[in-house]
Protein backbone atom coordinates (compact mmCIF):
# COMPACT_ATOMS: atom_id res chain seq x y z
CA UNK A 1 0.00 0.00 0.00
CA UNK A 2 1.51 3.55 -0.91
CA UNK A 3 2.44 5.34 2.22
CA UNK A 4 0.48 8.36 1.30
CA UNK A 5 -2.72 6.10 1.94
CA UNK A 6 -1.72 5.06 5.60
CA UNK A 7 -4.18 7.14 8.14
CA UNK A 8 -2.00 6.36 11.15
CA UNK A 9 0.76 8.31 12.59
CA UNK A 10 4.12 6.30 11.67
CA UNK A 11 7.52 7.10 12.39
CA UNK A 12 10.10 6.33 10.10
CA UNK A 13 13.82 5.60 11.05
CA UNK A 14 16.92 5.66 8.75
CA UNK A 15 20.51 4.85 10.20
CA UNK A 16 23.46 6.13 8.34
CA UNK A 17 25.69 3.46 7.36
CA UNK A 18 27.43 5.42 4.82
CA UNK A 19 27.92 8.53 2.96
CA UNK A 20 26.35 9.47 -0.89
CA UNK A 21 22.45 10.10 -0.43
CA UNK A 22 20.92 13.05 0.91
CA UNK A 23 18.34 12.98 3.64
CA UNK A 24 14.96 13.25 2.01
CA UNK A 25 16.55 10.36 0.06
CA UNK A 26 16.55 8.28 2.63
CA UNK A 27 13.47 9.22 4.11
CA UNK A 28 11.72 8.28 0.99
CA UNK A 29 13.60 4.97 0.60
CA UNK A 30 12.52 4.25 4.28
CA UNK A 31 8.76 5.52 3.60
CA UNK A 32 7.81 4.68 0.62
CA UNK A 33 6.38 8.10 0.27
CA UNK A 34 6.44 10.28 -2.94
CA UNK A 35 9.06 12.85 -3.41
CA UNK A 36 6.75 15.79 -2.88
CA UNK A 37 5.06 14.60 0.22
CA UNK A 38 8.58 13.86 2.27
CA UNK A 39 9.67 17.07 0.86
CA UNK A 40 6.17 19.05 2.42
CA UNK A 41 6.95 17.00 5.91
CA UNK A 42 10.41 17.86 5.93
CA UNK A 43 9.47 21.81 5.38
CA UNK A 44 6.86 21.45 7.90
CA UNK A 45 9.29 20.20 10.48
CA UNK A 46 8.11 16.61 10.72
CA UNK A 47 11.76 15.18 10.38
CA UNK A 48 14.92 15.22 12.89
CA UNK A 49 17.98 14.57 12.97
CA UNK A 50 19.92 12.77 15.71
CA UNK A 51 23.45 13.07 16.19
CA UNK A 52 26.56 13.51 18.35
CA UNK A 53 25.10 17.15 18.88
CA UNK A 54 21.94 16.24 19.87
CA UNK A 55 18.53 16.06 17.97
CA UNK A 56 17.24 19.20 15.71
CA UNK A 57 14.34 19.51 12.82
CA UNK A 58 15.89 19.22 9.45
CA UNK A 59 14.01 21.00 6.61
CA UNK A 60 16.08 20.38 3.56
CA UNK A 61 17.70 17.31 1.62
CA UNK A 62 20.88 19.26 2.01
CA UNK A 63 21.35 18.84 5.65
CA UNK A 64 25.16 17.07 6.26
CA UNK A 65 25.39 13.70 7.37
CA UNK A 66 27.75 11.52 8.93
CA UNK A 67 28.22 7.87 9.51
CA UNK A 68 26.15 6.60 12.97
CA UNK A 69 23.56 9.59 12.57
CA UNK A 70 19.86 9.15 13.28
CA UNK A 71 16.70 10.34 10.55
CA UNK A 72 13.13 10.26 11.67
CA UNK A 73 10.28 11.44 9.93
CA UNK A 74 7.35 11.71 11.74
CA UNK A 75 4.55 11.65 9.28
CA UNK A 76 1.01 12.55 10.71
CA UNK A 77 -1.32 13.26 7.19
CA UNK A 78 -3.79 14.86 9.37
CA UNK A 79 -1.49 17.06 11.28
CA UNK A 80 0.55 18.08 7.74
CA UNK A 81 -2.99 19.16 6.54
CA UNK A 82 -3.67 21.20 9.16
CA UNK A 83 -3.64 25.20 8.63
CA UNK A 84 -3.86 28.46 10.10
CA UNK A 85 -4.56 32.31 10.13
CA UNK A 86 -2.09 34.24 10.01
CA UNK A 87 -0.44 36.15 12.62
CA UNK A 88 -0.25 40.06 13.12
CA UNK A 89 3.22 41.34 13.91
CA UNK A 90 2.69 44.37 16.74
CA UNK A 91 6.00 44.73 16.87
CA UNK A 92 10.05 43.97 15.97
CA UNK A 93 12.54 44.45 18.84
CA UNK A 94 15.30 42.50 16.49
CA UNK A 95 16.14 40.18 19.46
CA UNK A 96 12.33 39.66 20.26
CA UNK A 97 9.22 40.26 18.83
CA UNK A 98 5.61 40.65 19.81
CA UNK A 99 3.03 39.50 17.78
CA UNK A 100 -0.93 39.05 17.84
CA UNK A 101 -1.37 35.29 17.58
CA UNK A 102 -5.21 34.26 16.24
CA UNK A 103 -7.05 31.71 17.40
CA UNK A 104 -6.59 28.11 15.86
CA UNK A 105 -2.49 28.96 15.69
CA UNK A 106 -0.19 27.16 17.83
CA UNK A 107 2.31 28.19 20.63
CA UNK A 108 4.57 25.90 19.32
CA UNK A 109 5.21 22.79 17.55
CA UNK A 110 5.13 18.84 17.95
CA UNK A 111 7.39 16.31 16.73
CA UNK A 112 4.98 16.00 14.36
CA UNK A 113 5.51 19.47 12.64
CA UNK A 114 5.62 23.12 13.46
CA UNK A 115 3.96 24.98 10.46
CA UNK A 116 0.89 26.03 12.28
CA UNK A 117 2.89 27.48 15.28
CA UNK A 118 3.60 31.74 16.03
CA UNK A 119 7.55 30.56 15.98
CA UNK A 120 7.68 29.22 12.38
CA UNK A 121 5.28 31.95 10.89
CA UNK A 122 7.97 34.32 12.55
CA UNK A 123 10.81 32.60 11.47
CA UNK A 124 9.54 32.82 7.40
CA UNK A 125 8.07 35.95 7.58
CA UNK A 126 10.31 38.21 10.05
CA UNK A 127 13.22 40.36 7.89
CA UNK A 128 16.29 39.76 8.39
CA UNK A 129 15.16 35.92 9.40
CA UNK A 130 15.75 34.73 12.53
CA UNK A 131 15.56 32.19 15.05
CA UNK A 132 12.51 32.04 17.36
CA UNK A 133 12.09 31.02 20.97
CA UNK A 134 9.04 30.16 22.55
CA UNK A 135 9.34 31.78 26.30
CA UNK A 136 5.85 31.61 27.24
CA UNK A 137 2.39 29.96 25.61
CA UNK A 138 -0.99 31.00 24.56
CA UNK A 139 -3.75 28.33 24.38
CA UNK A 140 -4.46 27.07 20.69
CA UNK A 141 -8.18 28.65 20.95
CA UNK A 142 -7.29 31.86 22.67
CA UNK A 143 -5.76 34.85 20.79
CA UNK A 144 -3.69 37.71 22.29
CA UNK A 145 -0.55 38.99 22.46
CA UNK A 146 2.27 36.74 22.52
CA UNK A 147 6.43 37.49 23.10
CA UNK A 148 9.05 35.59 21.24
CA UNK A 149 13.02 35.85 21.36
CA UNK A 150 15.21 35.81 18.54
CA UNK A 151 18.67 34.65 20.57
CA UNK A 152 19.83 32.22 23.24
CA UNK A 153 20.69 34.92 25.60
CA UNK A 154 17.26 37.55 25.22
CA UNK A 155 15.58 34.04 25.67
CA UNK A 156 16.90 33.44 29.31
CA UNK A 157 16.49 36.89 29.82
CA UNK A 158 12.74 36.69 29.23
CA UNK A 159 11.99 33.38 30.46
CA UNK A 160 13.70 34.46 34.16
CA UNK A 161 11.62 37.89 34.02
CA UNK A 162 8.22 35.16 33.05
CA UNK A 163 9.90 32.98 36.19
CA UNK A 164 10.47 35.79 38.16
CA UNK A 165 6.72 37.05 37.55
CA UNK A 166 7.92 40.16 36.01
CA UNK A 167 5.89 40.47 33.16
CA UNK A 168 2.80 41.65 33.25
CA UNK A 169 -0.52 39.37 31.39
CA UNK A 170 -3.53 40.96 31.01
CA UNK A 171 -6.29 39.44 29.16
CA UNK A 172 -9.89 40.41 27.80
CA UNK A 173 -12.51 37.73 28.67
CA UNK A 174 -16.10 37.58 28.16
CA UNK A 175 -18.02 35.15 30.47
CA UNK A 176 -21.78 34.17 30.71
CA UNK A 177 -23.51 35.35 33.58
CA UNK A 178 -23.53 38.59 35.54
CA UNK A 179 -20.00 38.38 37.00
CA UNK A 180 -19.76 40.70 40.88
CA UNK A 181 -19.61 44.29 41.50
CA UNK A 182 -16.55 46.00 39.01
CA UNK A 183 -15.65 48.24 41.78
CA UNK A 184 -14.29 44.61 43.99
CA UNK A 185 -11.76 42.26 42.04
CA UNK A 186 -12.92 38.67 42.58
CA UNK A 187 -9.55 36.64 43.48
CA UNK A 188 -9.10 32.83 42.58
CA UNK A 189 -6.45 30.64 43.75
CA UNK A 190 -7.68 27.05 43.71
CA UNK A 191 -4.65 25.21 42.73
CA UNK A 192 -4.39 23.53 39.40
CA UNK A 193 -3.20 20.67 38.55
CA UNK A 194 -1.52 20.23 42.30
CA UNK A 195 -0.17 23.72 41.78
CA UNK A 196 -0.70 27.03 43.02
CA UNK A 197 -2.51 29.40 40.56
CA UNK A 198 -3.88 32.89 41.13
CA UNK A 199 -6.40 34.61 38.83
CA UNK A 200 -7.64 37.71 39.56
CA UNK A 201 -10.64 39.50 37.91
CA UNK A 202 -12.71 42.31 37.14
CA UNK A 203 -15.54 43.22 35.94
CA UNK A 204 -15.95 45.61 32.85
CA UNK A 205 -19.08 46.00 32.17
CA UNK A 206 -22.15 43.73 31.38
CA UNK A 207 -24.72 42.86 28.62
CA UNK A 208 -28.16 42.06 30.34
CA UNK A 209 -29.01 40.96 26.75
CA UNK A 210 -26.62 38.09 26.43
CA UNK A 211 -25.93 37.84 30.06
CA UNK A 212 -22.48 38.12 29.35
CA UNK A 213 -20.11 40.04 31.34
CA UNK A 214 -16.46 41.49 29.97
CA UNK A 215 -13.95 40.83 32.08
CA UNK A 216 -10.38 42.32 32.53
CA UNK A 217 -8.41 39.17 33.98
CA UNK A 218 -4.51 39.18 35.31
CA UNK A 219 -2.24 36.20 36.53
CA UNK A 220 0.50 35.91 38.06
CA UNK A 221 0.97 32.26 36.97
CA UNK A 222 0.67 30.26 34.17
CA UNK A 223 -1.08 27.10 34.33
CA UNK A 224 -2.53 24.90 31.82
CA UNK A 225 -5.76 26.37 30.64
CA UNK A 226 -5.65 28.80 34.56
CA UNK A 227 -8.44 31.55 33.32
CA UNK A 228 -10.82 29.15 31.77
CA UNK A 229 -10.73 26.64 34.61
CA UNK A 230 -11.05 29.28 37.71
CA UNK A 231 -13.65 31.05 36.10
CA UNK A 232 -15.74 27.92 34.92
CA UNK A 233 -15.22 26.86 38.57
CA UNK A 234 -16.54 29.80 39.83
CA UNK A 235 -19.79 29.27 37.79
CA UNK A 236 -19.10 32.15 34.89
CA UNK A 237 -17.31 30.21 31.93
CA UNK A 238 -15.62 31.53 29.13
CA UNK A 239 -17.75 32.31 26.17
CA UNK A 240 -17.03 29.97 23.51
CA UNK A 241 -15.38 27.69 25.35
CA UNK A 242 -16.58 24.15 25.30
CA UNK A 243 -14.02 22.50 27.21
CA UNK A 244 -14.57 24.05 30.53
CA UNK A 245 -18.06 25.56 29.65
CA UNK A 246 -21.32 23.96 30.12
CA UNK A 247 -23.40 24.80 26.84
CA UNK A 248 -21.83 21.99 25.27
CA UNK A 249 -23.82 23.74 21.89
CA UNK A 250 -22.36 26.81 21.79
CA UNK A 251 -21.08 27.79 18.74
CA UNK A 252 -18.98 31.24 19.59
CA UNK A 253 -15.11 31.04 19.10
CA UNK A 254 -13.07 31.48 22.51
CA UNK A 255 -13.26 34.74 24.04
CA UNK A 256 -10.19 35.04 25.53
CA UNK A 257 -7.27 37.72 24.21
CA UNK A 258 -4.58 38.55 25.51
CA UNK A 259 -4.96 41.80 25.93
CA UNK A 260 -2.02 43.33 27.86
CA UNK A 261 1.63 42.34 27.94
CA UNK A 262 4.47 44.54 29.77
CA UNK A 263 8.23 43.36 30.22
CA UNK A 264 12.26 44.11 30.26
CA UNK A 265 13.79 44.77 27.04
CA UNK A 266 16.72 41.84 27.61
CA UNK A 267 19.52 43.84 25.90
CA UNK A 268 18.58 47.46 27.81
CA UNK A 269 15.99 46.40 30.87
CA UNK A 270 13.93 49.26 29.50
CA UNK A 271 10.12 48.27 29.90
CA UNK A 272 8.16 47.87 27.17
CA UNK A 273 4.43 48.08 27.07
CA UNK A 274 1.97 46.94 24.61
CA UNK A 275 -2.01 46.84 25.23
CA UNK A 276 -4.84 45.58 22.11
CA UNK A 277 -7.72 47.09 22.96
CA UNK A 278 -10.71 45.09 23.81
CA UNK A 279 -13.04 46.66 20.54
CA UNK A 280 -10.68 44.67 18.01
CA UNK A 281 -11.80 41.62 18.99
CA UNK A 282 -15.40 41.66 20.74
Known amino acids: MNGENKLDPTEYKVVVTELGTDARARLIR ?11 AMASGAAWLRN ?3 IRRIRRRSAALAVGDEIFLNYDATVLAQRCPDALLVADGERWSVWHKPAGMRSQGSRWGDHTTLSRFAETKLTPQRD ?3 VHRLDLAAEGLMLLAHDKAA ?21 HGKFPSADTPQQYRDTIDGKAADTTAKRIRFDPTDNQSILSVSIKSGRKHQIRRHLANAGFPVVGDRLYGSMVTE ?8 SYLAFGDPATGARKIFQRPAAEWL
Open 30 to 40: ASGLSANVVAH
Open 52 to 54: RHG
Open 251 to 258: KSKLKLCA
Open 132 to 134: AFI
Open 155 to 175: AASLSAQFAARSVEKRYHVAV
